[in-house]
């Protein structure tokens, strides 16, 4: 399928590894040139390397912490009008919510709540006057099935989502989509994080903890991050010009609810 998104520019924040960088290979794929950014240089220098061999697309890379005033004017500058932008950081750690400060939960929020914000802020007035834009933000199934070690991703990304829900169904008429995608577990960095944690807490053995959580997982396996990355692209697409406000959840069926 051409996605009719070829020869446009994403901005696609936390883009060395994992999700974020998913989006960004298979948005290239799609012949959209890219600003990717992340912290770390060298890891987001082999990727935009890496990203550009493949497909022959211009490549930004723009090392900045994305959750500063400083990393986010950083990457505006490189290219301040996208036609596309995924919002993307890191989750904060997990743990128990009795040892969490104030100090912590202000972090979790200007990571995964105001950033976004800002970022969307400098980017939609320009994708309302050309009439086209895309706006994923990488959000967690979490927002649906809150995950109690999780708490303080579970609170920002919470709150990012009502913002969403009502800013997008405000721009819908000008050409602009606003969705958040929903990731359940995916074989990336974060997840073995997560999964080492749980041994630690609970004393079992960290291969154990895995295959448990695969089990709970109807298909039988984790997400792979290439799954995530054309879910994005699609989302990105002129053939979803008519989804827009939706929290789109892709976990392999582990969310038992029905709505």
């Given at each position: 399928?051409?996605?009719?998104?070829?020869?446009?520019?994403?901005?696609?924040?936390?883009?060395?590894?994992?999700?974020?960088?998913?989006c960004?290979?298979?948005?290239?794929?799609?012949g959209?040139?890219?600003?990717?950014?992340?912290?770390?240089?060298?890891?987001?220098?082999?990727?935009a390397?890496?990203?550009?061999?493949?497909n022959?697309?211009?490549?930004?890379?723009?090392?900045?912490?994305?959750?500063?005033?400083?990393?986010?004017?950083?990457?505006?500058?490189?290219?301040?009008?996208?036609?596309?932008?995924?919002?993307?950081?890191?989750?904060?750690p997990p743990?128990?919510?009795?040892?969490?400060?104030?100090?912590?939960?202000?972090?979790?929020?200007?990571?995964?709540?105001?950033?976004?914000?800002?970022?969307?802020?400098?980017v939609?007035?320009?994708?309302?006057?050309?009439?086209?834009?895309?706006?994923?933000?990488?959000?967690?199934?979490?927002?649906?099935?809150?995950?109690?070690e999780?708490?303080?991703?579970?609170?920002?990304?919470?709150?990012?989502?009502?913002?969403?829900?009502?800013?997008?169904?405000?721009?819908?008429?000008?050409?602009?989509?606003?969705?958040?995608?929903?990731?359940?577990?995916?074989?990336?960095?974060?997840?073995?994080?997560?999964l080492?944690?749980?041994?630690?807490r609970?004393?079992?053995?960290?291969?154990?903890?895995?295959?448990?959580?695969?089990?709970?997982?109807?298909?039988?396996?984790?997400?792979?991050?290439?799954?995530?990355?054309?879910?994005?692209?699609?989302?990105?697409?002129?053939?979803?010009?008519?989804?827009?406000?939706?929290?789109?959840?892709?976990?392999g069926?582990?969310?038992?609810?029905?709505?």
């Amino acid at each position: 399928m051409d996605l009719g998104i070829a020869g446009r520019w994403a901005t696609v924040c936390a883009a060395s590894k994992g999700l974020g960088r998913a989006c960004a290979e298979s948005l290239a794929a799609n012949g959209v040139n890219l600003v990717i950014n992340a912290r770390g240089a060298e890891a987001l220098d082999e990727a935009a390397r890496a990203i550009r061999a493949a497909n022959g697309v211009e490549v930004i890379a723009v090392a900045a912490d994305i959750t500063t005033p400083e990393g986010r004017r950083a990457v505006l500058e490189a290219r301040p009008d996208p036609d596309i932008l995924v919002n993307n950081a890191g989750g904060p750690p997990p743990g128990d919510f009795r040892d969490w400060e104030e100090a912590d939960w202000i972090a979790a929020l200007q990571a995964n709540m105001l950033t976004a914000i800002a970022l969307l802020k400098a980017v939609i007035d320009p994708m309302m006057a050309r009439g086209f834009g895309r706006i994923v933000n990488i959000t967690s199934s979490a927002v649906k099935a809150p995950i109690a070690e999780l708490g303080l991703s579970n609170g920002a990304r919470s709150g990012l989502t009502g913002f969403v829900a009502g800013v997008a169904r405000a721009v819908a008429g000008s050409g602009v989509t606003i969705n958040n995608i929903l990731p359940g577990r995916f074989a990336t960095e974060r997840l073995a994080a997560n999964l080492a944690f749980v041994s630690r807490r609970s004393g079992r053995p960290l291969e154990e903890v895995r295959r448990e959580a695969e089990a709970r997982i109807p298909v039988g396996r984790f997400g792979e991050p290439r799954e995530f990355g054309e879910l994005c692209a699609y989302l990105c697409s002129t053939q979803a010009a008519y989804i827009t406000a939706q929290n789109i959840l892709i976990d392999g069926g582990a969310y038992p609810g029905t709505f």
